[in-house]
């Protein structure tokens, strides 16, 4: 049956709208460095965390000082009746003095030890914290990106799906198309539509995690994200472990509580010593009762007993718990770090060959098929639920290779958080092939 200039017409728009690409508005594009920069600059759970690290700082300054000298004056053996009569009774005397508390040797120096490893814990926290903070950043950059690619997928399917509606009303005004076939272009429209508004709900939930993680007004738009190229990496899990032996900050700060609970096991066997406390006094007296009133002084030393020594043994306990808790966390992140490297280049290298497989073999493939249908469907050799049917799955197809892109790049920025530094050319994000 031969078609109406109509239908042939609106066949020839759908097979030229299938291979196009339409047009995006021109925003303003956003920078992952920058954002990343902006995120380190003004979060403030970043900057608690310094601020408690210049806390401990500050603490660890104090912790090998002497305490206060104590200063002491005296009327030593006054008489009753006479209270303030200097000169009746020879031991009658001014007495001032000073005293100094002085911890048993080496502790001084264990208490600075321990203050430092545990400000150095602290540093190490913060620079982990900022590791976190960035791949935040970057997971929620590359997953606006991919919401982006399926708006835009989205609406070109739209206008592909309006003109298959139009076609098979006019199909169906002729005598060439049955009913159902409006229905079902009907229904897989209102079906995108549908997929575009939870997109767009997407679209603005994670602009406002961004907009939280760089400490600005939840509303405030976030551009369009540029296309990348995705990176090579040429490392080796064993290199991988290597980098993360030498940049993973949480190794570093976990180190800091090993030596800082090695350091209190040795003060805890300190304090079975006792500290001492030298005075000195020096007493004015007057002459009195054929006394000639010579002047004195006193040096003393004491010194406390360490009697509790059960107490004592408890804090050596404490201490030695306290350095094998710190010892397994540190081999427990090293074997989660191993983990954490095997999984993400294994689940790198499944993203990458999916997205050179959706390239090069299955969306071209699709393309084909979808064409061959809309020319069958132009001679009625093929019906429209076929045409459909090819035009969703190339449409699911493209969603795919976005979604493989973006979580390849999410998870190098997981990869680089696990082994502590910025991969080689892994983090850029600027224009690129796609």
């Known amino acids: 049956m031969k078609l109406s200039s109509v239908t042939i017409t609106a066949i020839a728009v759908i097979a030229f709208s299938a291979t196009g690409v339409g047009a995006e508005e021109i925003k303003q594009t956003e920078n ?174 994670l602009e406002a995690s961004l907009n939280f993680l760089l400490s600005r007004p939840g509303d405030m738009p976030v551009g369009t994200i540029p296309d990348f190229t995705m990176p090579q990496l040429p490392l080796s899990a064993e290199e991988l472990g290597r980098i993360a032996a030498e940049n993973r900050p949480q190794l570093r700060s976990l180190a800091m509580l090993v030596a800082k609970g090695e350091a209190s096991r040795r003060l805890a066997e300190k304090e079975f010593y006792p500290d001492f406390n030298l005075s000195l006094e020096y007493m004015q007296r007057d002459a009195a009762m054929n006394d000639p009133g010579y002047d004195m002084y006193s040096v003393g030393m004491t010194f406390n007993l360490p009697l509790q020594q059960e107490r004592r043994r408890a804090m050596l306990a404490e201490s030695v718990s306290e350095t094998g808790m710190a010892t397994e966390e540190l081999n427990s992140l090293k074997n989660g770090i191993s983990l954490a490297i095997n999984d993400t280049l294994a689940q790198l290298e499944r993203r990458r060959r999916l997205v050179e497989l959706y390239r090069g073999g299955i969306i071209p493939q699709a393309e084909q098929s979808l064409e061959s249908a809309v020319i069958g469907y132009r001679v009625n050799k093929v019906d429209f639920l076929t045409l459909l049917d090819g035009r969703m799955t190339l449409f699911n197809y493209e969603r795919e290779l976005y979604e493989s892109q973006a979580e390849y790049m999410m998870k190098l920025a997981q990869l680089e958080a696990a082994v502590g530094r910025e991969l080689a050319g892994a983090s850029s994000a600027g224009q690129g092939a796609n």
């Open 32 to 205: 992952l460095q920058q954002l990343v920069r902006a995120a380190l600059a003004g979060n403030p759970e970043l900057k608690s965390s310094r601020a408690r690290w210049q806390m401990f700082v500050s603490k660890a300054k104090q912790a090998s000082s002497f305490e206060d000298p104590m200063l002491m004056f005296k009327l030593q053996n006054m008489m009753v009746r006479q209270p303030l009569a200097f000169d009746k009774d020879p031991q009658t005397a001014k007495v001032i003095g000073i005293s100094q508390q002085l911890p048993f040797w080496g502790k001084r120096a264990i208490r600075q030890e321990i203050a430092d490893c545990e400000a150095e814990s602290y540093r190490w926290s913060l620079e982990e914290r900022r590791l976190e903070l960035a791949r935040m950043v970057k997971e929620a950059y590359y997953q606006l990106w991919a919401v982006d690619r399926f708006m835009g997928v989205v609406d070109k399917n739209l206008k592909i799906l309006e003109d298959f509606l139009i076609i098979a009303e006019t199909k169906y005004s002729v005598g060439q198309g049955v009913q159902q076939d409006v229905y079902k272009a009907g229904l897989e429209r209102s079906r995108m539509l549908d997929m575009q508004i939870t997109l767009a709900q997407q679209r603005r939930s």
